[in-house]
């Protein structure tokens, strides 16, 4: 194993332009195999999220945290993430300060701005309004999203901020918070996994889910019975049960739960496709080879 850690949280993001998205979830499992508990309320804000992450690493907490967004764009299979435009950045860190500068004035750590910028929205497909730069079909993918998609997967295109199974709002609300996160919290695989202190990865809630021997064409448990049989999958415990169940929570839960084990496996830790362009510009998602 790369590294020990002794805790174990996920987090399902939300782009919602909100205060307190009903889609933001924390989860937090300890070693061994203690089912998985949600942490705090449904009030959590993604301001919260990101005070939270910075106790963390004030404690220097043991802490592995699975964030469920893309946290870059489309880099390699163009040379850049916005081609033809001489302001493009060129790695995923100056992307992340492209986005929260330009979308300082937001609210709630939202994106407005940004995708209102007008040469940016050039490259996203937006409800109504297709940019003349988003290129035919479905939007580009990172190159783990292509080993996602190879694999089997449903990867959608962060270039596509149109329908209800859109990642791009996420991702990019997310890139302000780890922007927000520099020099306090490693990003793997931007930067190098710390001796002591918290780490987040990139996850994908519907990896676990198909691990979990959730059927093909259906990535989501909502009901409690058939959530305790899926986290068995990982030699968890049966979770406590909840007031009121939401995919977003049991996709924590059950996700979390994963994440305990996939982390022992080293080669999760270096994914063959993983090189130093890669790792600077598009991130990668952890569990995909």
């Not at 850690?5 to 979830?25: C, M, T």
Request: glycine share 8%.
């Amino acid at each position: 194993m790369t590294r020990r850690f002794e805790r174990f949280a996920v987090i399902d993001w939300s782009g919602a332009k909100v205060a307190r998205p009903p889609g933001l979830a924390v989860a937090f499992a300890g070693e061994g195999d203690a089912a998985p508990q949600l942490l705090g309320d449904r009030n959590w804000s993604r301001g919260r999220i990101l005070d939270w992450l910075k106790r963390l690493a004030r404690r220097k907490a043991p802490v592995l945290i699975g964030l469920d967004l893309s946290p870059s764009l489309p880099f390699v299979d163009r040379g850049a993430f916005f081609p033809g435009w001489d302001e493009s950045p060129p790695d995923a860190k100056a992307l992340w300060a492209m986005v929260d500068e330009l979308s300082a004035g937001d609210e709630h750590l939202s994106v407005s701005s940004f995708l209102q910028h007008r040469q940016a929205k050039r490259y996203f497909r937006l409800q109504n309004d297709c940019g003349d730069l988003f290129g035919e079909g479905r939007g580009r993918l990172r190159l783990c999203e292509e080993r996602q998609k190879a694999a089997g997967l449903q990867p959608y295109s962060c270039m596509n901020l149109v329908g209800a199974a859109q990642v791009g709002k996420s991702s990019l609300t997310g890139m302000r918070v780890l922007h927000r996160l520099a020099g306090e919290v490693p990003i793997w695989p931007f930067d190098p996994i710390p001796e002591e202190g918290p780490l987040i990865v990139e996850i994908y809630t519907s990896l676990a889910a198909r691990l979990a021997g959730v059927p093909k064409g259906r990535s989501k448990t909502v009901d409690p019975d058939d959530l305790d049989r899926r986290l068995a999958h990982f030699d968890s415990a049966p979770h406590r049960r909840l007031a009121r169940y939401t995919d977003h929570a049991t996709d924590a839960i059950l996700t979390s739960a994963w994440l305990r084990r996939a982390a022992e496996e080293e080669r999760l830790w270096k994914p063959p496709l993983l090189d130093g362009e890669v790792a600077r510009t598009e991130g990668w998602t952890f569990g995909v080879l």
